[in-house]
């Protein structure tokens, strides 16, 4: 094992002894908990606290993971984010629909994972939500043609102008390939960082009847 910077990776760990996850606490339903911890997570100011790593089936056989923005949640419990449908990560999607994400709130000693099915949405609610995008990540958007191997940074450049230009003094239109996904999880865990390393892990499952079975797990 490589020791570098020596003996510092080794020593470096963190108690976790902030809180406490007890069942007769827990709401029946996730979605309640993950809503409960998002706002925890927005009131303590922590950086970008709606990024979720997530995973899903390469092409290759290999999983393939990414950080992606959650930006909404629905009332049947989906997690929304956007992304360009041509990317890797959308061909990986349209090949098998299964998926999983993590969020990782270490500052409050919180993990959160999930899986479920992904599922595009509604071509409105990309253009509403691409709609009130700041104009240079609107752009953005028509310049990349996201997971593609580019000849150099020169090319996004040219690219950038070339938008640049044949949008001038218009409205900046969603890309056809631009859109949002929904992942609706059937499995939920929560994880809170406990003394000694015996956190609390409680994972909620889907049940046939839309119901959740609620577990606690070894840490
Ligand atoms: C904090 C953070 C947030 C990101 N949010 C998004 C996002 O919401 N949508 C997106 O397409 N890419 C986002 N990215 C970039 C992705 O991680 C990734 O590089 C890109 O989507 C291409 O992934 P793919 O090649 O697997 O399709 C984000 C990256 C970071 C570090």
Known sequence: MM????????????????????????????????????????????????????ATHGLDGFPSARTVLLKGLDAEGGFHFFTNYDSRKGAEIAADARASAVFLWTQRHHQVSLKGIIEKLPRAEAE?????????????????????????????EERRHEMEARFAGTEIPC???????????HELEFWQGRVSRLHDRIRYRRREDGSWCMERLSP
């Open 175 to 185: 890309p056809p390939n631009w859109g949002g996904y929904r992942l609706l999880p």
């Open 128 to 156: 509403a939500y691409f709609s009130v995008r700041p104009r240079g990540h609107q752009l953005g958007a028509w310049v990349s043609e996201q997971s593609r191997v580019i000849p150099g940074r020169e090319w996004l």
């Open 3 to 54: 020791d570098f910077p020596p003996n510092t990776l080794r020593d470096l760990r963190v108690s976790y002894e902030l809180d406490q996850l007890t069942e007769d606490k827990l709401p029946a339903e996730p979605l309640a908990l993950f809503q409960a911890w998002l706002q925890d997570a927005l009131s303590h100011q922590l950086p970008e606290p709606n990024a979720m790593t997530l």
